[in-house]
C-alpha cells in the first residue's frame, strides 16, 4: 500500500484578507459566511458582491470555497435562507456548510446538485448521525470537537460520509449546538452566531476560570491524523485576522507536505500566535482534565501583536504553456496547470511586411499574467513562417485561455420559489416530564404526568421512558444498547431522543421515539423531517418566542416548566468549583461574577450539564400555548425535592403563579 491521501487543509475567513491569507498561505479549501445565517455574525463576513469576489479568488487558485450556513432559521426566514443558497450555487460554491436540518431539507428539496456538510452545531459525533445525514444528502459531517482519536478512526472505518476534524483554535467548553447559556443568560444566541462567550469569565470557586478552555492545537499529531481517515483538517477562526490566518495555515500546510509532527520550535511559534496560556490535546488523547483550562494572559496579548502583517497574495502557480501559429489558421493556445488542460483558439496571423513574430516577442506577451495567480514554467511556442498577429490580439488570446483556465463562471441556475414543507403530526395532548432522579418522583407525579423519563442510567418502574445520554460516541454504543434492552424489559416504553445519530438505538429496542430540545427544532421544516424520521412528537428548542412556535405547529411540545440546561460538558466542572467527592454525588453550583448560582448536575460518567439559575413557568399562562397551538407540554426537574415537585404540579393544575422569579416564553 502507498502512503495515504493528505486531507484537505481548510481555514477560516472572516474577511476578504483573512481569505487571501489562507489561499497564500496553502490552503486547500476555506470557508466563510455571507452578511446572514452564519455562526460568526460579528466577523466582518461578505456582501453580495464580496461573495462572488470570494468565490472567483478561490477558484482562480484552485482553492475550494464553502459558504457557512450555520446557524438556525426561522420559518420567516427561511426564503430568505433559500436564496442565500441559490446564490452560493449560483457564484460556485463547491459546498454549504449547514447546522439546520429544516434548512438542510428545503436546500435538498430545491437545490438537489448542492453539496452540503453537516456543521458540528448540529452536535454529529458517532457513525450512525453520518448515517441519518447521509440519508438526507450530506456529504459530510463535522464532528464534535470533543470525538477521540479512536473515536474518529471508528467514524472513518464506518461511515458513509466524510469526517471533518477540528485541528486548531478555540474550544468551546459546551458541546456544539447545546449551548443555551448566552442565549437564555444574556439574550445572545449561539445558534443564532451572536455568542456572548460567558463561558470566558470568571466564577466562584477554587478556579476562578472552570469554564475557559485552552484552545485547541493537534499539530503534534499530524502523522497519526492523516492515518485516521479524516477527509479534511479544519482551523477555527473566523474571528481572527489576516496574518492569524496566514501563520496558522502556513505551519499546518508545512506540516502536511512533510507528513510530520510539529517540533517544540513550531509549537512555541504557534502559541506566540494565539493562545490561551498554551494549547490543549485532551479531548484527541481522551485526556480530559484540569491542564485543559487556560485564559487569555497580558503576555499572551502582546505576543500577538508582534506578528507580520499580511500584504497580500504573492502566490503564483505555475503553468505551461503551448501556442501554435501558421497563416491563414486560428492561432491556438494550450495552457496546463497540473490535471487540468484547456485549449482557446485566437485570430489567424497574417503576412508580416515589416517585423515578423518571434518567440520572445510571443512569449513576452504571452506571459503578461499581471494579477493572475499563474506564472509559466514552462513555454513551447510554434511559428510557421513569415507572420504577424498584433500584440492586442495575443492579449486576448491570453486572457481568454486564463479565464478558461480558472473556469469560474456564474451557474446557470433556475429560480425556484421556496414551497414550505409543514408537520403534519396531530393527536390528544401529552403532559411529561423528566426527572434527574426517581426519588422526586411523587404519587403525584405518577398520576399527573402521562409519561415520565428518567436518565437511561438511573431508569426504574417508576418511569416509562428513558432519557437516552446526550453524547453516545461509538466506544459506548454496545453498553447503551445493553441498559436500552434492560430498560424495556422493565417496562420503558419511549425515548427521549436529542441527538440524530441515537434515533437507531431507541428504534432497535422497540421504543417510541420522542424527540428532545437538544436537536433544536427552530422551524416548520425541522419539524416535518423529524416526522419522516420516525419521531411521534418533539420538544421546540427553548429559544423561541410564541409567536414563533405558533409558526411551526405539528406534533410540537414546549418546556412549560423547568430550569433549562445551559450547558453540555465533556469535561468535569464539578472538579474544578468543589471536589472529585463532590462529582460522586453529582451536585453543585456555580455562583457567577454577578452572584447568580446556577446548578450542575453530573450527567453520566463526567459529563456534566449547568441548569439555569432560574425555572421557566407557563402554568399561569397556558392560554398563551393554547393559541400557539402547543399540543404537548414538558416538566423539566433537576435539583427540586418531591415536595417541590407537588408544589409545581398543583400550581399548573390550578393555573396559579409560582412563588419567587421565574422565566417566561417570550410573547
Known sequence: MGEKKLPELLSPAGSMRALEAAIDAGADAVYFGASSFNARIGADNFSEKELADAFYKCHSYGVKAYLTLNTLALDRELSDYLKTAEQALRLGADALIVADLGGAAAIRRHYPEMELHASTQMSG????AAIVLSGLGFRRMVLARETSLENIKRFTENSPIEAEIFVHGALCVSHSGQCLFSSVVGGRSGNRGECAQPCRLPFAGKTEYPLSLRDLCLAPHIPTII?????????????????????????????LDERRGASSEEIKYLSSVFSRGGFTDGYFKGSIGRGMLGIRSAADKESTRELEAFSGIKKKLPICL??????CKPSILTLTRGERSVTVCGDAPFEAINAPMTRESVLSSLSKLGDTP??????????DG????????????RRNAVSALIGTPERAIEERKYVRKMPCGKRKRQISARFYSSEAITENAERYFDRIFLPLDKYCEK??????????????????KAELDDAVKNGAKYALVGNLGHLSLALRAGLVPIGDFRLNVFNSESAAKLEELGFESYILSPELTLPQIRDIGGASSVIAYGRLPLMLLEKCVIKEVSSCEECGKGKVTLKDRRGIVFPVLREREHRNIIYNSLPTYMGDRKNALDRC????????FSVESGDEVDEVISAFESGASLNGAVRRIKD
Open 386 to 397: 513569415n507572420i504577424m498577429l498584433p500584440v492586442s490580439k495575443l492579449n486576448a488570446l
Open 322 to 327: 503551448e501556442a501554435s501559429f501558421a497563416p
Open 374 to 383: 499563474f506564472f509559466i514554467e514552462k513555454a513551447d511556442i510554434s511559428i
Open 227 to 255: 492515518e485516521s481517515g479524516a477527509a479534511s483538517l479544519k482551523i477555527e477562526g473566523r474571528m481572527k485576522s489576516p496574518e492569524y490566518v496566514h501563520a496558522v495555515t502556513k505551519v499546518y500546510r508545512t506540516l
Open 125 to 128: 459525533h458517532n457513525t450512525e
Open 463 to 480: 418511569a416509562n421512558g428513558v432519557i437516552l445520554p446526550a453524547v453516545i460516541f461509538d466506544d459506548e454504543r454496545e453498553r447503551v
Open 629 to 636: 397551538g402547543i399540543s404537548d407540554m414538558h416538566f423539566v
